[in-house]
């Protein structure tokens, strides 16, 4: 964060600002002294491969709306000019708006929630953007190998409901709901909680800041986000404390390994 204010700071006399972002041109702030926009015509977004149905961050092309969004940044409050990496026949492929989330993420999460919320048929509910079949298909086959659904596809009790009271998807609240079975809840915990986090390894620097605090200095030392493992810290207590109230055991193998 503290890096990312610098992009509101102003400038020295006779330099200019570089901003080096991916969606920060379709952002609603405006940034002073934006003069030049140059968009490469792709974006990061969220999305589930339908032939092994795992969800990734997929560089994908961007819509016809994004590419007006990122020309508009520059010259908001003074004369620029937007360069498109990308011949306009290109342009003209583009779909026209971007793919809302839910029709291209893997569905169990919601569907497991509308279960919870006494929404059985689900594919009769109003979505603002209605998800494809074959997601809504692929996620209640899921559910039901997991067992939080039973043959009639509603939700099973116990193991369904405490899945829906997760902040997790389905896989991983599972996991956790079983390990106790296995002796290996608090790793489980551990290993659940850095999966929720994002850029916990940090590329190393010439020159990196040298923090007082022990703590963060050895995050610093070992290339590690202080606040990446912060975060997961705060989710690994969470989901013990939800642990505790379905009377899962808390166990840890402590090294211990399989014959």
Same mark, same amino acid.
């Given at each position: 964060?503290?890096?990312?204010?610098?992009?509101?700071?102003?400038?020295?006399?006779?330099?200019?600002?570089?901003?080096? $972002?991916?969606?920060?041109?379709?952002?609603?702030?405006?940034?002073? +002294?934006?003069?030049?926009?140059?968009?490469?015509?792709?974006?990061?977004?969220?999305?589930?491969?339908?032939?092994?149905?795992?969800?990734?961050?997929?560089?994908?092309?961007?819509?016809?709306?994004?590419?007006?969004?990122?020309? +508009?940044?520059?010259?908001?409050?003074?004369? +620029?000019?937007?360069?498109?990496?990308?011949?306009?026949?290109?342009?003209?492929?583009?779909? &026209?708006?971007?793919?809302? &989330?839910?029709?291209?993420?893997?569905?169990?999460?919601?569907?497991?929630?509308?279960? $919870?919320? +006494?929404?059985?048929?689900?594919?009769?509910?109003?979505?603002?953007?209605?998800?494809?079949?074959?997601?809504?298909? $692929?996620?209640?086959?899921?559910?039901?190998?997991?067992? $939080?659904?039973?043959?009639?596809?509603?939700?099973?009790?116990?193991?369904?409901?405490?899945?829906? &009271?997760?902040?997790?998807?389905?896989?991983?609240?599972?996991?956790?709901?079983?390990?106790?079975?296995?002796?290996?809840?608090?790793?489980?915990?551990?290993?659940?909680?850095?999966?929720?986090?994002?850029?916990?390894?940090?590329?190393?620097?010439?020159?990196?800041?040298?923090?007082?605090?022990?703590?963060?200095?050895?995050?610093?030392?070992?290339?590690?986000?202080?606040?990446?493992?912060?975060?997961?810290?705060?989710?690994?207590?969470?989901?013990?404390?939800?642990?505790?109230?379905?009377?899962?055991?808390?166990?840890?193998?402590?090294?211990?390994?399989?014959?």
């Amino acid at each position: 964060m503290r890096f990312q204010l610098k992009a509101f700071d102003s400038t020295p006399h006779g330099t200019r600002k570089v901003v080096v $972002a991916t969606n920060i041109a379709e952002a609603s702030v405006t940034i002073p +002294g934006i003069a030049y926009v140059v968009d490469c015509g792709f974006v990061k977004l969220r999305a589930m491969n339908p032939d092994n149905g795992i969800e990734t961050l997929m560089r994908l092309p961007i819509s016809k709306s994004s590419a007006e969004q990122r020309a +508009g940044r520059a010259g908001r409050i003074r004369p +620029g000019k937007a360069y498109r990496l990308y011949p306009e026949s290109q342009f003209e492929k583009l779909c &026209e708006g971007t793919v809302p &989330e839910i029709q291209r993420c893997h569905l169990a999460p919601v569907i497991l929630q509308l279960k $919870a919320l +006494g929404i059985q048929n689900v594919h009769k509910f109003h979505y603002l953007s209605r998800p494809p079949s074959w997601s809504m298909i $692929a996620a209640l086959e899921l559910l039901f190998a997991l067992g $939080a659904l039973d043959e009639k596809c509603m939700l099973t009790n116990p193991l369904g409901l405490r899945m829906s &009271e997760f902040p997790l998807p389905p896989m991983h609240s599972k996991c956790l709901l079983t390990s106790g079975d296995f002796g290996c809840s608090e790793e489980i915990a551990t290993i659940i909680a850095m999966l929720q986090v994002q850029d916990v390894f940090l590329t190393p620097t010439r020159s990196r800041h040298h923090a007082n605090n022990k703590s963060k200095k050895w995050c610093s030392d070992h290339f590690l986000n202080y606040r990446g493992l912060l975060r997961a810290e705060n989710v690994r207590a969470q989901l013990v404390r939800l642990l505790k109230r379905f009377d899962v055991p808390l166990v840890s193998t402590r090294g211990e390994t399989g014959e």
